[in-house]
T-cell receptor
Framework: EDKVVQSPLSLVVHEGDTVTLNCSYE??????LLWYKQEKKAPTFLFML????IEKKSGRLSSILDKKELFSILNITATQTGDSAVYLC??????????????FGTGTRLQVML | KAGVTQTPRYLIKTRGQQVTLSCSPI?????VSWYQQTPGQGLQFLFE???????NKGNFPGRFSGRQFSNSRSEMNVSTLELGDSALYLC????????????FGPGTRLLVL
């Protein structure tokens, strides 16, 4: 059974801190890894990673994938209170030519204090 | 472009009842997936529909079912509700070829008493 594990489960930091969120996975027929941000509503897409070692960056957020060690990290620098949310990691898996499926981790709850 | 819409947004039912939730995808999106989100289990995949056919299914009992209409709108049904079915049910639509384009709706929060 496909499995995605995120750590830490929760994190409290102060504005301006840098945080690193972790995601490890065990899936069959890996296709991609995705990061989402969820506030009190629907998850919103952050990044999709398919290749090892290539960093994806969007403003203060960045992410990288290691397909050999089966993990990904999401970095947030200079955190702001608006970064407070649950960050979800999901892995897309499936055989070529078949429909893929997303397996989610339980998320990391980040709280940024003033 | 309008986003994914789900109705109703909130629902209270009692054990043993059945419920139908509705999802309208983003215009042009033909794939609709359903997820259940609970504090203990996180986000879990229920099923995916494309062109009115179920393409993929998660590990949920047969009480959970769905369908998709010719206009890509989708419904999911849960029969014989149990307390453990209380959850946020999220629908997501995407262009068929890329999971990167999957967009989630606001969800239906179901409470089973």
């Amino acid at each position: 059974e496909d499995k995605v594990v995120q750590s830490p489960l929760s994190l409290v930091v102060h504005e301006g801190d840098t945080v690193t969120l972790n995601c490890s996975y065990e899936v069959t027929n890996f296709r991609s890894l995705l990061w989402y941000k969820q506030e009190k509503k629907a998850p919103t897409f952050l990044f999709m990673l398919t290749s090892s070692g290539i960093e994806k960056k969007s403003g203060r957020l960045s992410s990288i994938l290691d397909k050999k060690e089966l993990f990904s990290i999401l970095n947030i620098t200079a955190t702001q209170t608006g970064d407070s949310a649950v960050y979800l990691c999901a892995v897309e898996a499936g055989n070529t030519g078949t429909a893929s499926k997303l397996t989610f981790g339980t998320g990391t709850r980040l709280q940024v204090m003033l | 472009k309008a986003g994914v819409t789900q109705t109703p947004r909130y629902l209270i039912k009692t054990r043993g009842q059945q419920v139908t939730l509705s999802c309208s995808p983003i215009s042009g999106h033909r794939s609709v997936s359903w997820y259940q989100q609970t504090p203990g289990q996180g986000l879990q995949f229920l099923f995916e529909y494309f062109s009115e056919t179920q393409r993929n299914k998660g590990n949920f009992p047969g009480r959970f079912s769905g369908r998709q209409f010719s206009n890509s709108r989708s419904e999911m049904n849960v029969s014989t509700l149990e307390l453990g079915d209380s959850a946020l049910y999220l629908c997501a639509s995407k262009q068929i070829s890329s999971v990167e384009t999957q967009y989630f709706g606001p969800g239906t929060r179901l409470l089973v008493l």
